[in-house]
Every structure is written in structure tokens, then in C-alpha cells.
């Protein structure tokens, strides 16, 4: 049976469940009707989590009043509802997400339901103050804003290493107010991020024994899987925790969007093979064709991203073997690009000059994607698609960006370095793509 | 037919002058750029003898054709007084004979000779006609422009195409938008009311023409034998300068816009020689009292009203992601000499020559260009890099100056020309101060004359300028991250140099 009849069956199968399909239209195939969520077992807890999590730290944000950026609350309740409705119970947050109001936002929207109808997780992200009282502190504001007694399941947020574990979790004596917060259940399961190299890795795993692991989340997709240069290989560390029976929540499955908005070239491949499938599609089956993968986490701002996301979910069709190897292919062209891997996750922000660096970074991919990005050294400013490309850069440049939030304000003070989960160096890429434009202007 | 020519080619011309000072992008100006370099003032600052012998040759033969047909403030202001003859015919033969204002006349010609000797660029450009109207549109008419391309902008972003591009549209300077305000309101009530009484009263430009014009070999001529004093021609003339009861038509004043020719029914009037079968001198106009002199034109005031946001969010409790730090906006450093483009060749040159017409403020790509605040040179370009650098590459305001005030150059000489040398305030450098290795000026000189250095027992380096290989460009004064004032500003040079 190939997979689009499996489709099929699936789909007739729970055709009740789907959206209703609209019999006028000829091109609608079975695909459109959703099946049932696919759900894994957490081994340690017994939970049964939908394979597809949400990650709120996308929501829409718009302007208030006053001209500050807040939440639209009321796509978050209306996204959250269909979420639950399609079967999705894992959704994952933090304090800092969107300048902070994530939790509060989500706890909202999550409130109008049944308590034990979805799982809550979220972080410790002491970053800037890790002393045992803020960090209690900011544990208590969590279960606050979730209007809750107790998380499902509580991360150590962006942990590299060894060292960072030491400094913000195990000197301050938080481990052991957190081990006994799990004792007495009011952390169903204790987990952590991870953002680093393999040997930063090696480390956190000999904790498990001292510690025991319920979970650990990881940055895992199909990019990442071996292509991986400066940090731990996805595919290293899933299989040290599948070892382990450690199960693995996955985050950043789509690089932030990178495998979503992939070069011209390579796209046209994946519509080739599946025209009717988004390209981000590939992404996610990727992450479920792993069977130790307990949840996959995706950022979905809009409706159009759940619904997307929810075709490849509901349920999941594993990769084959081939198709596996094909991914791996793209990957390898996709390393030929000069993009740079932010994902957007505004970490670094805000820069205390006024940089709007995810923007900058997403411009830049963007242009190098869409083939607007010129090799200066070798193309000719007479050439047609020279100045084509050139003006297309120049102008969306300055339509994306106020001047003042350019890369040529960059000073160098490095103060975002720190804070990028990627470890971009992020003024010097910064200061590459000013050189670039520059050197753009300059050809008149 | 003659009236159809001459409106025809008035049209040609006022469009092609407005469009210059509109486009932004420069194109038009490899097409029309001529039409720019043909207007007279700027012809005679420019010591264009080319530009001045064919129109002085033009006039001597055919009369005021100048004014009819090349000069923009001339036809708009018929466009003007059209408008309120359209319709009624009341309204179309509101004008009557006048004696011409000489005593007015004169004097503000003399003023503008003065002016123009003595290196007072600030008169010269108030009353030089072609620059009046380039200030109007530069002013009044370029940021609607500027306004509706950037809502095309706006909807062509939305479809992802590249055809139009957003422009800045901010006010340069807040006295010259007044005077071009001030002209542009007494400009449309004369010729309204009276067509062109600024031709023939306050333009010393017109005042010129017609001292040679009263002696053209060609011009409206009556034909006395035909005439039958019916007057409608009078009534009809914009320049109230036919004297319809003696038949006499004052050359002086008359721009031979050949309205009068196609208003006679009796067809008494004709554009013939003028010394042909009967000599009639013109006739001597009795110097009346002057009019209202014009009005008061001036207000000074500085236009940098700096809201001074919050400086840069310092770090919480708890540090959350996202969200855009408020940027302060700059403000305009005082500069003990001004900064004019590389072209100029200096200060003096650049007074002497310049008339004011906003042409090189227009079509600056960087926003760097603004009139002169300053009383002396009031309305003539200055630099400054609030919103962007000199940079360069770029010559446009030295490509389109018509009255040589901004000699042409290459973008190879302008990157050896010192306009200016940058200066550090160290008061106000962050690396100095906080300690932060920035180095952004440095980063960003593109005659590599900053250098970061050390001082000695400090860890901190501090930028340092190297004046020689400094040219003034001010791009280090633009990505300072001081704010609202740049700790690196530029001084200019009274002379500028090469390097």
C-alpha cells in the first residue's frame, strides 16, 4: 500500500473527525479530511501526548494603546481551541517568551479548558538572575500564570553544558528544591533544553543517574540530523537518550522557518515529489518517523501553519528509508547557501542599540533564497541580473527595516552573543551583511 | 498658430523643469538637465556664455520669448491666471493698461546686482525667478510627490514587486519651507488678480529682458488703419502693457505671449519687425509710486525639534526576549564652518554662485542635502548627517547643478576631496565612556582615516581621526551610536582640498 492510499483509508476512516471536504470542488482529494492525531506514550509517566506540540513563543503580537507590543489574545484563544479540538495536549512555553507575556497569554486561552485535558510545559530560564530565591520566584509566577497547582513538565531552560548547569541550577541549591517539587508531584516530569556541543552534551547525560531525566528537549530536524558543524548532531544526541530511554521533545523542527522558506532550487524538488504537500511537511514527518520522539514542538503563529501542520499529524506517515535518504540530500545542498541559521526566536533581543537582528538575519535568508543575493567578486554590475537582483535586495532592504534598526548601527558590543541559542556569531554576520549592501550601493 | 506654438512649447518646458525637481532618482536629469542649465540667472553665475549670448541674441530679436516659454514661474504663473479665465468672460478680460512700476523695477534689480557682487547668496536666491519656483517645488509640490509614490510604494510591497521604492519625505529646513510657502501664496494672488505683475515689477530677471526687449526687432505690432479701439486686447493682456487708446504696446513689459494677436477680430494686430513702415518710439512710462512692497518674507527659526526618546533599556530583573530597543534621533551638531558638497569647491565659491533653486537638495539620494538655516547663505545647500552620509560614490548634486555653483565631478575625484574633516568628542564616545569595543566609525571610514587605538595603560580603544586622509564624507558621524549627538561630528573646510 503506498502512502497516499494509506492517506486514503486513514482519511475515510475518520472522515467524521476531518473538516468537512467540499464536494463541489473537483481537486479536492481525501488528503484534505484529517485523521486521528497520532499519539506516543511517555514511558516514565504513562502520558499520552499528541506527536504535534505547541510552541508558544510565536503568538501574533499587536499594538496596544499605547504603541507596545502585546499579544492578540484573541487569536490565541481561537488558535488554542482548535488545537485542542484537533487533538493537540502538549503545549510548551517560557517566562521570557514574547517580551514575557507568553505564559500569561497561553494560561489564559488554555484556562477555559479541562485541566487534564493537555499538558503544560514550561522553564526555568533563569538567564539573568539565578539566585535560589528568583529563580523560586519565577518557578511560582509560572504555575501563576497557568492558574495551576502543578506542571507536566518543567525544563531547565537552555542549558549548554556542564558549567551552566553548576552555575544556575546546582550551586543555588535549586536541584534540590526542584527534585522535591517532583516528589511531591508538583512536577509531573523534570526535563532539559539543550543548546551546545556534544561534549556539553556528554556531561548532562552523566547527571541521569544522579538526577534522573523524565525528558530532555532537543533541537532535532532533518538540517541539524548530521549537517550539524558547531554544535552536538541532532542525530548523536537522540541516540544517546534513546540508550538511555530518555524520550526526546524536539524544538526548533523547522529551524525556525528555514525549512519552511527553503532556496528556489531546492523547493522546486519538494513540490516535485510532493506537489500537494507543503515543503514544511517534510520537516515534521521527519521528526515523527523517529519512534523516540515524544513530542514535536512547532511555533504556529496562524491558523494556515496549524492546519498545515495538522495534515502531517493526523495522522503521521512515517518516512521510508528512501525518501529519508532524499532529505538528507537536500540537507547537504541547502549547507551550499550562505544563509544564516537564525531562527528567530529573539533571544538576543532587545539589543540595547536598537538592531532589529532577527529581521536583519531573516531579510538576508530570504534574499540569498530567493537567488537575490550576488557574488560580488564574479557578476558584473552590467550585467541584467545583476542590477535586478541588486535592486530587489536594496529596496526590500529598507522596506523591512527602519534605517536605524540596520546592520550598519551594529557597534560590536557582542551583549547578544550570549543570549543566541544558534551560537551565531552574531556582529560579525551582522557586519558581513553590511558589507554586503555597501558594496551594493557602491556599484551605481 | 503663434499663440498654439508658444503654449506649446511653455507646456514642454514647465513640465520638464517641474519634473526635474521632482525625480528623485535622477534619470530625467540625463534628458532634461539642459532645461535647468538654460535658465538665465543661473546662466550668468555659471558663466555660461553660451546660455547667455542666445538668450540675450533670442530677446534682442524676438522679445520676452524668454518668459513666455523657458522660465517655469513665468508660465506657471499664466497657468494660474488661465485657470481664472477660464469660464466667465468677466474674468477673462479682468486686465487693463498700467504704467510700468520703474522706480520698483529698477531698485530690485539693483539689489540683486548688489547682492550678487557682494556674495550675498541669500538675496540672490530669494529673487532669482527660476530658483522662487524650484523652491516651490521642492517644498510644496515634491512631498505629495513624494507621499503618493510612497503609498504606490506601499501597495507594491504588497505584491513583492521592486518598481517603486519608499522615500523619505521630511522637512529640510523650516525657513526656506516658509518663504517657498510665502512665495507660492503672493505668487498665485498676483496672477490671479493681475497676471504677471511679478514679471514686470518685482523679477529682476524680467527687468533685465525687457531692457531688451524695448528695442526687439520683432513684437506685437497695432496696425492703426485696422484697429477699431474696440479694447479687447487691453483687456485681455496679462501684462497690462497695451495701451489701447494710444496704440502703443510697452516692449518692455510685453513677454509676446501673442494672446493680443489672437484676441483682435479685426486682426489689427500682428508678430511683424517692429522698424518697419512707421517708427513709433516706445513711449516713456511715467515712473509711478511704487506698489506694496512685498511683503515681509523672513522667519528664522531652528526646525529640530528633538524628541528625546529613553536611551537604551537597561537590563531587568529578568531579562525577556524580543521587543525593540527605542532609538533616540539625531541631532544636528553645531559645526563651527559649514559643510557644503564636494564640487563646491568651497564656501565663497559656492555662495557666489549659488541662486538657490533646491535642484541639488531634491536630488539628493542620501538625505544628506538641506537649504542654509544661516541668514548669509539662507535657501543655499548645506550638509549635514543626520539621516545618512555623503557617500562617495555618488555626484548627483554636482551633475545637476545649472549655475556651476557645484562644479561637475567623478566619483574618483570626489573620493580625494576634503570637504571636511571629522572630529571626536570623547565626552560623549561610548568606548570611552561604558567601555564597549565598538569602533563603528572606524568600521565604516572609507578612507580608512580612523584609526581604534590605546592609550597608554588603558585596555579601552578610543578612535582616533588622521585629518589628512580624512575627506568629510561623515559616515562615522552617521553610525556613531551616541545619540541624539554623535560623539564623531564633521567640521567643514572654507576651501576644499585634494588629497
Known amino acids: ?444 | 498658430m503663434l499663440r498654439k506654438i508658444r503654449i506649446v512649447l511653455a507646456a514642454l518646458f514647465w513640465v520638464g523643469v517641474t519634473a526635474l525637481f521632482l525625480d528623485f532618482t535622477g534619470t530625467l536629469h540625463a534628458w532634461l538637465g539642459w532645461m535647468a542649465k538654460v535658465q538665465f540667472l543661473p546662466a550668468v553665475l555659471a558663466l555660461n556664455l553660451g546660455v547667455i549670448v542666445a538668450l540675450v541674441l533670442l530677446t534682442l530679436v524676438c522679445g520676452r520669448v524668454y518668459c513666455s516659454v523657458i522660465c517655469p514661474m513665468g508660465v506657471f504663473q499664466d497657468i494660474v491666471s488661465w485657470i481664472h479665465g477660464k469660464g466667465k468672460k468677466k474674468n477673462r478680460y479682468r486686465f487693463s493698461y498700467s504704467p510700468a512700476k520703474n522706480w520698483l523695477r529698477y531698485s530690485m534689480l539693483g539689489i540683486l546686482i548688489i547682492a550678487i557682487v557682494a556674495g550675498i547668496g541669500s538675496v540672490v536666491a530669494l529673487l532669482a525667478p527660476y530658483s522662487a519656483y524650484g523652491r516651490i517645488v521642492s517644498n510644496i509640490f515634491a512631498p505629495v510627490y513624494g507621499w503618493g509614490n510612497n503609498l504606490l510604494a506601499l501597495i507594491d510591497a504588497h505584491f513583492d514587486s521592486y518598481n517603486f521604492y519608499t522615500k523619505e519625505v521630511w522637512l529640510r529646513s523650516l525657513p526656506t519651507f516658509i518663504i517657498a510657502l510665502v512665495t507660492l501664496v503672493a505668487v498665485v494672488i498676483l496672477a490671479w488678480k493681475n497676471g504677471r505683475t511679478y514679471c514686470n515689477t518685482i523679477c529682476p530677471v524680467g527687468t533685465t529682458l525687457g531692457l531688451l526687449s524695448k528695442f526687439s526687432l520683432f513684437g506685437p505690432v497695432i496696425n492703426e488703419s485696422k484697429c477699431v479701439n474696440c479694447g479687447l486686447c487691453g483687456k485681455q493682456c496679462k501684462a497690462a502693457c497695451i495701451d489701447t487708446k494710444n496704440h502703443k504696446i510697452d516692449y518692455s513689459r510685453c513677454v509676446d505671449c501673442m494672446d493680443c494677436i489672437e484676441s483682435c477680430k479685426s486682426k489689427a494686430i500682428s508678430y511683424s519687425f517692429r522698424y518697419g513702415k512707421k517708427d513709433s518710439e516706445p513711449a516713456p512710462a511715467k515712473a509711478e509710486k511704487a506698489g506694496a512692497a512685498d511683503a515681509g518674507r523672513r522667519a528664522f527659526m531652528m526646525g529640530s525639534a528633538i524628541a528625546l526618546g529613553t536611551a537604551a533599556a537597561k537590563a531587568q530583573d529578568m531579562k525577556v526576549d524580543g521587543g525593540l530597543a527605542a532609538v533616540t534621533g539625531k541631532m544636528i551638531p553645531e559645526r563651527e564652518t559649514h559643510l557644503v558638497p564636494a564640487g563646491a569647491t568651497g564656501l565663497k565659491h559656492l555662495a557666489q554662485h549659488c541662486t538657490g533653486c533646491q535642484l541639488c537638495v531634491s536630488v539628493c539620494p542620501n538625505n544628506v542635502l538641506r537649504p542654509s538655516t544661516s541668514l548669509k547663505n539662507l535657501m543655499q545647500p548645506e550638509m549635514s548627517y543626520e539621516r545618512g552620509y555623503c557617500r562617495p560614490e555618488c555626484t548627483k548634486c554636482s551633475e545637476v547643478c545649472p549655475a556651476g555653483a557645484i562644479v561637475k565631478i567623478t566619483p574618483e575625484e570626489k573620493t580625494s576631496i576634503q570637504v571636511g574633516h571629522a572630529e571626536v568628542d570623547l565626552f560623549l564616545c561610548i568606548a570611552n565612556n561604558e567601555g564597549v569595543n565598538c569602533g563603528n566609525c572606524a568600521r565604516h571610514c572609507p578612507a580608512g582615516a580612523i584609526k581604534m587605538v590605546k592609550e597608554e595603560g588603558s585596555d579601552v580603544r578610543i578612535p582616533s581621526v588622521n585629518p589628512e586622509r580624512c575627506i568629510g564624507c561623515g559616515a562615522c558621524e552617521y553610525v556613531c551610536p551616541a545619540r541624539p549627538l554623535s560623539a564623531i561630528h564633521v567640521e567643514g573646510h572654507e576651501v576644499h582640498r585634494s588629497i
Not at chain 1, 101 to 119: D, M, V, W
Not at chain 1, 394 to 416: F, M, N, P, T, W
Request: hydrophobic residues 35%; charged residues 25%; negative net charge.
Open chain 1, 1 to 444: 500500500m503506498d502512502r497516499r492510499d494509506f492517506i486514503k483509508s486513514a482519511g475515510a476512516g475518520a472522515a467524521a473527525f476531518g473538516l468537512a471536504a467540499c464536494t463541489n470542488n473537483k481537486s479536492v482529494t481525501v488528503d484534505t479530511k484529517l485523521g486521528e492525531m497520532t499519539y506516543r506514550t511517555n514511558p516514565n509517566s504513562g502520558d499520552k501526548t499528541s506527536l504535534l506540540g505547541y510552541g508558544t513563543m510565536r503568538w501574533q503580537m499587536i499594538k496596544n494603546a499605547d504603541g507596545k507590543d502585546v499579544i492578540d489574545q484573541d487569536s490565541v484563544n481561537e488558535l488554542v481551541d482548535r488545537a485542542i479540538e484537533a487533538g493537540i495536549n502538549y503545549f510548551d512555553s517560557s517566562p521570557v517568551y514574547l517580551q514575557g507575556q507568553s505564559e500569561q497569554a497561553t494560561g489564559l486561552a488554555l484556562a477555559r479548558h479541562p485541566r487534564n485535558s493537555y499538558f503544560i510545559a514550561t522553564k526555568l530560564s533563569n538567564f539573568s538572575n539565578w539566585t535560589k530565591e528568583n529563580s523560586i520566584l519565577m518557578y511560582k509566577k509560572s504555575l501563576e500564570n497557568f492558574q495551576t497547582d502543578y506542571l507536566d513538565y518543567y525544563l531547565l531552560h537552555a542549558v549548554s553544558g556542564e558549567a551552566v548547569f553548576r552555575q544556575r541550577f546546582v550551586d543555588n541549591g535549586m536541584m534540590e528544591y526542584l527534585m522535591e517539587e517532583r516528589k511531591a508531584g508538583r512536577i509531573r516530569n523534570l526535563g532539559f533544553s539543550f543548546h551546545g556541543p556534544a561534549s556539553g552534551f556528554d556531561e548532562m547525560m552523566k547527571y541521569h543517574e544522579q538526577y534522573h531525566w523524565d525528558f530532555v528537549q532537543i533541537q532535532m530536524n532533518y538540517s541539524d540530523w548530521t549537517h550539524q558543524t558547531r554544535e552536538a548532531k541532532a542525530q548523536y544526541m537522540y541516540e544517546e537518550l534513546t540508550k538511555r530511554g530518555i524520550p526526546v521533545v524536539i524544538m526548533e523542527p523547522l529551524l525556525g522557518g528555514a525549512l519552511a522558506q527553503v532556496p528556489d532550487a531546492i523547493a522546486k524538488r519538494f513540490m516535485e515529489r510532493e506537489p500537494s504537500r507543503s515543503i514544511a511537511s517534510w520537516a515534521f514527518r521527519f521528526c515523527g518517523t523517529h519512534p523516540n520522539v515524544l513530542v514535536t514542538l512547532s511555533g504556529m503563529t496562524y491558523r494556515e501553519h496549524l492546519e498545515d501542520n495538522l495534515k502531517s499529524f493526523c495522522p503521521l506517515v512515517p518516512l521510508t528509508e528512501e525518501e529519508l535518504e532524499f532529505l538528507e540530500s537536500q540537507a547537504s545542498l541547502m549547507k551550499e547557501y550562505p544563509t544564516i541559521s537564525c531562527t528567530g526566536c529573539k533571544y538576543c533581543m532587545p539589543c540595547p542599540y536598537g538592531i532589529d537582528i532577527p529581521t536583519i538575519f531573516a531579510h538576508y535568508n530570504k534574499c540569498v533564497n530567493e537567488g537575490n543575493v550576488v557574488d560580488l567578486e564574479n557578476a558584473t554590475p552590467e550585467q541584467k541580473e545583476f542590477r535586478k537582483a541588486r535592486r530587489a535586495y536594496l529596496i526590500s532592504y529598507d522596506r523591512a527595516l527602519e534605517k536605524v534598526r540596520q546592520a550598519d548601527h551594529c557597534v560590536g558590543c557582542e551583549e547578544c552573543m550570549s543570549h543566541c541559542p544558534q551560537h551565531i556569531r552574531i556582529p560579525r554576520e551582522l557586519q558581513r551583511i553590511d558589507r554586503y549592501v555597501n558594496n551594493l550601493k557602491k556599484t551605481f
